[in-house]
């Protein structure tokens, strides 16, 4: 399984941005797929999640409220709608996809099994 994230870039405080993320997988449907975020000096952050096979999402606190993940799995592809960015947002954005995954770990990066390259995303005006 191969991840390929974009959309990144450069917004102000206040803007939008969504990511993509494209995965190399014919059972897309079946994969949980989650995005992560990792800042400099910092650990990498559960962003948002999404189930597999139909499943629920689920957020970060940092986040609930402005960024909403979605899939088309037709497309293969999940992506991440970030609204009302902040400064707190500024981070290199990892997408990452996991088979068989149960709800209670889908915030744990070591649920997942696949990783993109990330993208990077700066708030600043």
């Known amino acids: 399984v191969q991840l390929q994230a974009s959309g990144g870039g450069l917004v102000q405080p206040g803007g939008s941005l969504r990511l993509s993320c494209a995965a190399s997988?014919?059972?897309?449907?079946?994969?949980?797929m989650g995005w992560f975020r990792q800042a400099p000096g910092n650990e990498r952050e559960f962003v948002a999640a999404?189930?597999?096979?139909?499943?629920?999402?689920t957020y970060g606190d940092p986040v609930k409220g402005r960024f909403t993940i979605s899939r088309d799995n037709a497309k293969n592809t999940v992506y991440l709608q970030m609204n009302n960015l902040n400064a707190g947002d500024t981070a290199v954005y990892y997408c990452?996809?996991?088979?068989?995954?149960?709800?209670?770990?889908?915030?744990?990066?070591?649920?997942?099994?696949?990783w993109g390259q990330g993208t990077l995303v700066t708030v600043s005006s």
């Open positions: 990452a996809a996991g088979n068989r995954l149960i709800s209670s770990t889908l915030r744990y990066p070591n649920a997942y099994d696949y």
């Open positions: 997988v014919r059972t897309f449907r079946t994969y949980s």
């Open positions: 999404s189930k597999g096979n139909g499943g629920s999402t």
